[in-house]
């Protein structure tokens, strides 16, 4: 039971003692850098494992909590602890990042080293943004994150504009957090502490809650992203690596969505139903313009990165639809989106290594050449769409159910979303798949190989087995909600 209850706490240091062995490591040998590094985030995802076979589903409180004092002239402390909400989201990155180190096995030569530890040093800080319980080191984790980011943008982006698409990346999310940054400071005065749980039990006036909420919305909403702080998100995902993109698409894009669950609702209710018609209005013109966006862009990355933008706001629905059905969706949706995105980034990581091209109008016919890469692309595509069986699809009609029960005109724009989805990701499918080889732009085909099948394996198992039988997941959620809608309602 000890180690059960310090497991947060290796959590955290594991990917910390991973990036000191790379330091200290003067092997010049590329393959035991990788390997180390693998290992490490491999052990680090076995061990996160362990806190989803302990979870105790019937209760909605937080669970393997941990206090170390920190600032004890300030009151301020190390809090460790995890709910239903933040398990999936731990165990989302822990799973993402070893598949990030895998996929980038052949496709990175440059500051290998550098580029092992920025990821290590992201899973450090993202565990830590699931799972702290100070608003204030809840902060410095969320922020934190853009640092390694911004470098594997920058450093190991694919095309010249990847310093352009890393400042454009770090300046729209630094500068939406400067607000939230001034609300934390007040917090802090008003209560005397950051405490999480001490804030829970905490009552801010009316016009104190309006003006935090946006304070906290506008670090939130650029992170989700949120038309129309979205410009950021298609920049940098078409410069960064595959694994950076993986990654941002992955989990990063749940950063802001964690951050309306974790904060604005249970601290701000009132302001909550009083921003609720903005949050709507903003989410349904993003579902449907960045939908009709990703139709007419030409750039493979680009497509899935305005696809990811649509979904994401959609999301946005379920969370402000104050009602359990709504937010255990928008949280499914958010874990399922996590699944398929990262894959669709991975397949086009794929081609991209073989074909150095990202250029739609460059590709077709590859289902005569590559099957099995053929094969998973319909799969994920199908599952981007919202098929019967897929993660995706449980997840977006519990959106729409909740959304339903509290603006049906903003459900059916919302439901768009699905049609809009249907024609631009079987569109993208069948220019890919079908038609004539373009053998004067493409020379090489050869299909998956054993590590690129194995990176999509995972992915796979974990769509099916959401779409199949979601209360793996639901059951988990479904207390710490109830949890979250009565801290609102009462």
Excluded at 42 to 52: A, E, G, Q, T, Y
Excluded at 225 to 241: D, K, N, Q, T
Excluded at 316 to 337: D, K, P
């Amino acid at each position: 039971m000890v180690i059960l209850n310090n497991i947060l706490k290796y959590l955290l240091v594991l990917p910390l003692i991973g990036t000191f062995f790379l330091l200290i490591s003067s092997s010049s040998n590329k393959l035991k850098l990788k390997s180390l590094a693998f290992n490490f985030s491999c052990i680090v995802f076995i061990i996160s494992l362990f806190l989803w076979l302990f979870f105790n589903k019937s209760i909605g409180s937080f669970q393997f909590t941990d206090k170390i004092s920190w600032v004890s002239n300030l009151n301020l402390n190390f809090s460790l602890g995890i709910d239903g909400i933040s398990l999936f989201f731990i165990l989302l990155t822990t799973l993402l990042i070893p598949l990030c180190i895998l996929v980038s096995w052949d496709s990175i030569n440059s500051d290998l080293k550098e580029f092992l530890i920025a990821f290590l040093v992201m899973e450090f800080f993202l565990i830590g943004v699931f799972c702290v319980l100070d608003l204030l080191l809840f902060y410095i984790f969320f922020e934190s994150v853009l640092i390694p980011m911004y470098l594997i943008i920058g450093v190991w982006g694919s095309r010249e504009r990847k310093i352009r698409a890393a400042y454009f990346f770090f300046l729209y999310t630094l500068l939406g957090s400067v607000l939230m940054l001034l609300a934390v400071l007040y917090i802090f005065y008003q209560v005397g502490t950051t405490d999480y749980e001490v804030l829970l039990t905490f009552s801010f006036s009316s016009t104190e809650q309006k003006f935090l909420w946006l304070a906290f919305f506008a670090s939130f909403a650029t992170k989700v992203p949120m038309v129309p702080v979205h410009l950021w998100l298609p920049e940098a995902h078409v410069e960064a690596p595959t694994a950076g993109s993986v990654i941002l698409a992955g989990v990063l894009l749940k950063l802001g969505v964690y951050g309306f669950v974790r904060f604005s609702l249970p601290l701000f209710p009132v302001a909550c139903f009083y921003f609720a018609p903005l949050v709507y209005a903003m989410s349904a013109i993003g579902i449907v313009y960045t939908s009709f966006t990703a139709i007419r862009q030409t750039d493979f990355k680009r497509i899935i990165a305005y696809t990811s933008v649509a979904h994401m706001n959609l999301v946005m629905l379920g969370i402000f639809s104050f009602n359990n059905i709504g937010i255990e969706g928008a949280i499914l949706q958010s874990l399922s989106h996590g699944f398929v995105a990262s894959a669709l980034f991975l397949l086009i990581g794929v081609v991209y290594d073989r074909h150095h091209t990202r250029m739609v109008k460059y590709y077709g016919g590859l289902a005569h050449t590559m099957p099995v890469y053929i094969f998973i692309f319909l799969f994920f595509t199908m599952s981007n769409i919202g098929l019967p069986g897929t993660g995706s699809f449980v997840g977006e009609f519990l959106i729409l159910t909740g959304s339903y029960k509290i603006n049906t005109t903003i459900t059916f724009i919302g439901a768009t979303s699905m049609v809009i989805g249907g024609c631009y990701s079987l569109w993208l499918f069948n220019r890919v798949a079908y038609g004539n080889l373009k053998k004067q732009y493409l020379n090489n085909f050869l299909d998956l190989n054993k590590r690129e099948f194995f990176t999509f394996l995972p992915l796979i198992i974990g769509t099916l087995v959401m779409g199949i039988y979601p209360n793996i997941f639901l059951i988990p959620i479904h207390t710490s909600v109830n949890v979250l809608i009565e801290l609102m309602y009462f």
